[in-house]
């Protein structure tokens, strides 16, 4: 051990991998476009490994569905990777030792241990992209569940009846809380003939995108203002009943939406207390935004190397 931590993030269109010092400190990153292909995605991650100089042991996160031996069942935006034993492969290509996550599972490793969630026991992340996935630490241990699926908070039905989501089901959480979801109020109101505003700046109603509403809104424009709060209301119904499950301390969002805390942060504490069960009994969650941005994946996947070396 040289003491050097690597770590890759694969994402749906570029793969980031990071160099960090035992101490945390980031010493190198490279980052390159995610190949559609399962041979050259695991040459890619070897050649990443390799640049970045990795002793014994990688970590590598992946955006989908992987279990405990290190395959990658399937990943919604890398459409050609189904079943590839990711760990296996990636292992003999490098003759590294390699431990294969979930990347939101990864992501609340890196900001536990480096990010928002320093000090915190008990705690969730959420994560507000194009869908919602999420990880948990309770008890002071990163938690999987029993196949390495734990966390996919997205997939929580809140309205059986609800919009139609990509994984089959109706009104999954994440039509309504994912930033694609801010999106989808926002054009559901211009299509009611709100927000002319924005529609006059963007010419229709599907190139509104949730990021007008956020520049609008801290404008104080008041039906930009009122999306935020039905946005914020779907939020913090999946943050309340994630609360009543878990129990956490603290709640860390990132995604996207990170950098706009205050546009968001209170709308979503407001509807979160009005919500949660026993308010005046305990002690409430802290709810606070991520600090990593886009390096947790691959900070929390370089901690993958020590996180049950400890
Ligand atoms: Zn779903």
Redesign the pocket.
């Known amino acids: 051990m040289t003491g050097r931590l690597v770590g890759i993030d694969v994402g749906g269109t570029k793969c980031l991998g990071v160099a960090l010092a035992t101490t945390g400190e980031q010493l190198a990153a490279v980052r390159v476009p995610t190949p559609n292909n399962p041979d050259q995605l695991i040459a890619t991650l070897a050649k990443i490994a390799d640049e970045l100089g990795a002793d014994d042991t990688i970590g590598v996160a992946v955006p989908g569905l992987v279990n405990r031996d290190g395959v990658l069942l399937a990943a919604p935006n890398i459409t050609s990777v189904r079943m590839l034993p990711l760990r296996q492969q990636l292992e003999q290509a490098t003759g590294l030792k390699v431990i294969v996550d979930n990347d939101n599972t990864v992501a609340c490793l890196g900001e536990w241990r480096l990010g928002a969630g320093r000090g915190s026991d008990d705690l969730l992340l959420v994560g507000l992209g194009t869908?919602i996935g999420g990880g948990f630490v309770s008890g002071g241990k990163l938690q999987r569940g029993a196949n390495g699926f734990a966390g996919e908070f997205?997939?929580m039905?809140v309205d059986p009846d609800g919009i139609s989501?990509?994984?089959?089901?109706r009104g999954?959480?994440?039509?309504y809380a994912s930033g694609n979801g801010l999106a989808q109020h926002a054009r559901r109101a211009a299509s009611d003939g709100l927000l002319d505003a924005i529609l006059d700046q963007v010419g229709s109603v599907e190139a509104i995108h949730g990021e007008h509403i956020t520049v609008a809104a801290r404008f104080g424009d008041s039906e930009a203002c009122a999306v935020v709060d039905t946005y914020a209301g779907w939020v913090a119904l999946g943050l309340v009943n994630l609360t009543n499950l878990y129990d956490p301390a603290m709640i860390v969002m990132s995604g996207g939406l990170s950098g706009d805390a205050d546009v968001f942060l209170d709308a979503i504490q407001q509807s979160f207390v009005r919500r949660i069960f026993a308010t005046d009994l305990r002690p409430l969650p802290l709810l606070r935004f991520a600090e990593l941005g886009p390096h947790a994946g691959a900070v929390g996947a370089a901690l993958l190397t020590i996180e049950n070396k400890e």
């Open positions: 869908g997205g997939h039905i989501c990509l994984c089959g089901q999954c959480w994440e039509r």
